[in-house]
Each structure stands twice: as structure tokens, then as C-alpha cells.
T-cell receptor, first 114, second 109 residues
């Protein structure tokens, strides 16, 4: 089983719809992240959470919201989807502290907004 | 703020050629440095890392040395294979990871 699981893997929807992307992890890590990947732009951080009661905006949080339902679950919502939110979305985890451990990624959710 | 700059792609090489993908960074502290690889249809995987100056990370024939004096962490491989075709991301980590924009590598048989 994958350590970081994202659902759905692919989604096509229409402008204005509400969409939720889900992420669950079995790593036992406190820290979870949502990124989006666009061609030529690399990965950009949307939101991150260092524990269940901690939610922080990343560099491109506008138009998105998140929910940390439990240590193992971190959901990303698009309240009213727009076409420029078409992208590949990744969830990632990492352990706390200054041990400099790298993040572990899910396989991504490809989202298309028509 | 902290940032990572890596060479733009795509990079196209023949099998068994030498590879260098340049990466430079700016940071106020002393970050750890990483290279990630993304194969088609998959998420990112850690390829190698270095946590302090002069450290050399290595994995699968790839190497990168943490050069504090030139703020660089270039990725090198002496003889590439078709299976190395992927997108490579340089990244640094202080409190959060910051990624470069990625370099697509295409190896021709």
C-alpha cells in the first residue's frame, strides 16, 4: 500500500463546481502539504499543516481551502472551480523537527476544469 | 526569501552521454538540498540529498555536491540510460521545501 494516497487520481469537472481532493497517509507524520504543479512552473505550495490544529497558507492559497480532519487526513477544496485551477495536485508529508527529512509524495490528482 | 533556480529544459541526450543539470540557490540560513525525480504519471521521489556544505549525495549513479561558496548543487551522471528520462527537481529545505521549476530530461536510445 502507498504511504501517501490521493483520491481521486483524475477528475474532470465544470466551472463553478465545488471539488474536494483527499489525501491520507500511513507514515504517521505530523506535517502535510498540498502543492500544485503546472508546466514550466514547478511545484507551488497551496497550504500546509503542521498538526491537526494548525493550518497555514502557502504562496498560492487564493481560491482554495483545506481541512485537517485527523493526523492522517488532509483535504483540499476548490469552492468554485475555475479553468486556471486546471493542474496536477500533489499531497506530501514530512516528520517534524529539524532532522531535515524530505517529504513523501502521493502520486497526484490530475484536475481539469472545463 | 529563499529560492531555487535550475536550468531550463528540455535536455535531450543520447544514451551513455554525460549529464549535468545546474541548480543554484539563495537562502538566509543553511538549508538542506535535494534532488527529486518525477517519472511519467507518478509523484516525486527523492533521488539524493545533502545536509551541509561539501556533502555529496549519490544514488542510482547520480551525484550532487553541496557547494556553499557557489551556492550550487548541480546534478551529474556519467552515463545516462533511457530509463533516466524524467523531470528532475532541485529543492532546498529550511522550514519548508522550496522547489525549482523542474528540468525535463529525454534520453534517446
Amino acid at each position: 500500500d502507498a504511504d501517501v494516497t490521493q483520491t481521486p487520481r483524475n477528475r474532470i469537472t465544470k466551472t463553478g463546481k465545488r471539488i474536494m481532493l483527499e489525501c491520507s497517509q500511513t507514515k504517521g507524520h505530523d506535517r502535510m502539504y498540498w502543492y500544485r504543479q503546472d508546466p514550466g512552473l514547478g511545484l507551488r505550495l497551496i497550504y500546509y499543516s503542521f498538526d491537526v490544529k494548525d493550518i497555514n497558507k502557502g504562496e498560492i492559497s487564493d481560491g482554495y481551502s483545506v481541512s485537517r480532519q485527523a493526523q492522517a487526513k488532509f483535504s483540499l477544496s476548490l469552492e468554485s472551480a475555475i479553468p486556471n485551477q486546471t493542474a496536477l495536485y500533489f499531497c506530501a508529508t514530512s516528520p517534524p523537527g529539524t532532522d531535515n527529512q524530505p517529504q513523501h509524495f502521493g502520486d497526484g490528482t490530475r484536475l481539469s476544469i472545463l | 526569501g529563499d529560492s531555487v533556480t535550475q536550468m531550463e529544459g528540455p535536455v535531450t541526450l543520447s544514451e551513455e552521454a554525460c549529464l549535468t543539470i545546474n541548480c543554484t540557490y539563495t537562502a538566509t540560513g543553511y538549508p538542506s538540498l535535494f534532488w527529486y525525480v518525477q517519472y511519467p504519471g507518478e509523484g516525486l521521489q527523492l533521488l539524493l540529498k545533502a545536509t551541509k556544505a561539501d556533502d555529496k549525495g549519490s544514488n542510482k549513479g547520480f551525484e550532487a555536491t553541496y557547494r556553499k561558496e557557489t551556492t550550487s548543487f548541480h546534478l551529474e551522471k556519467g552515463s545516462v540510460q533511457v530509463s533516466d528520462s524524467a523531470v528532475y527537481f532541485c529543492a532546498l529545505r529550511d522550514d519548508k521545501i522550496i522547489f525549482g521549476k523542474g528540468t525535463r530530461l529525454h534520453i534517446l536510445p
